[in-house]
């Protein structure tokens, strides 16, 4: 059969159009990992800027957090004394009324441990990892995120900045034990896959659609890390980061006098219940 010249023609249009096509998928796919790079690179900036200002607020407030968490603790355990005691028919110790807070939690403890692994099992996927310090999956995560990031594969100096900042990320959540950063850092730097060959406009395509999700993910992210205490504490002046510690010495020295009072409050009315308990027992 003869093939016109106008078919030709029409063939030619053809291609060219489907060339174009795939040209257009391929500079979109290329644009969103490039956004996709520089976002990661922001966000990881973000983190490394709180890290330090995280430090100072540990530095300054610290010692407070802590105390007003023991406190805080102490406060719950002698709650807890006098509730077992209010219903108790005799003068239990202290030490009696730890032991069956003690069973109780535990007992609690195994209830909800059983009934997670049950639902995960459900669900056919396992329990969020542990961000317990150490152990050999927490090695193998860093050596393969180290892989991925370390300074020494720097293709320039910006590059090498760069890298320098996420690994001293790494290298705290690796002293935290913290694995659950370590595999973010990991999917956050993992090298964007090239484009399809042979050329598939539905490979491509969707692609494109996942990296539009994830740049839409991480703008959230990084829009929450922005606008957390820590976040508004960068972007103000000196001025707004005095008053903020100021403020919170003065919050976190008025919870401690008022756990302090709490505290002395539960331990009178312990010894006031026991005595009523030991009086009728007599």
Do not use: C
């Not at 077992?84 to 109780?104: A, F, G, I, M, W």
């Not at 459900?122 to 990031?149: M, Q, V």
């Not at 993910?217 to 508004?232: C, D, F, I, M, Y």
């Amino acid at each position: 059969m003869k093939i016109t010249s106008e078919q030709q023609n029409s063939s030619r249009q053809l291609a060219l159009t489907d060339e174009l096509r795939r040209v257009r998928l391929e500079l979109d796919l290329a644009h969103w990992n490039l956004s996709l790079a520089a976002l990661r690179s922001e966000l990881t900036g973000e983190e490394e800027a709180q890290r330090s200002v995280k430090g100072e607020i540990e530095g300054r407030l610290g010692n407070l957090q802590r105390d007003v968490e023991s406190l805080a603790g102490i406060v719950s355990r002698l709650e807890f004394r006098l509730q077992r005691l209010n219903v108790s028919h005799k003068p239990l110790s202290d030490s009696e009324l730890d032991d069956e807070e003690n069973t109780e939690r535990a007992e609690s403890a195994t209830f909800w441990a059983e009934w997670r692994g049950q639902r995960d099992e459900r669900r056919s996927f396992p329990a969020p990892a542990s961000r317990k310090p150490g152990g050999k999956k927490l090695l193998s995560i860093y050596r393969k995120l180290a892989r991925l990031i370390h300074p020494d594969l720097a293709t320039g100096e910006t590059d090498r900045a760069r890298r320098e900042v996420v690994m001293r990320i790494a290298n705290g959540a690796r002293d935290a034990g913290d694995t659950d950063q370590l595999q973010r850092l990991i999917l956050l730097w993992s090298e964007p896959e090239s484009a399809v060959t042979p050329y598939d406009p539905v490979a491509i395509t969707a692609r494109i659609g996942q990296r539009e999700r994830e740049f839409a993910e991480l703008q959230v992210e990084l829009k929450a890390l922005k606008n957390s205490t820590v976040g508004r504490l960068i972007r103000g002046t000196d001025r707004d980061r005095q008053r903020y510690f100021k403020n919170e010495d003065e919050t976190l020295r008025r919870e401690l006098a008022n756990l302090r009072l709490r505290r002395r409050r539960l331990l009178r009315t312990l010894d006031e219940r026991r005595r009523e308990l030991s009086e009728v027992s007599d």
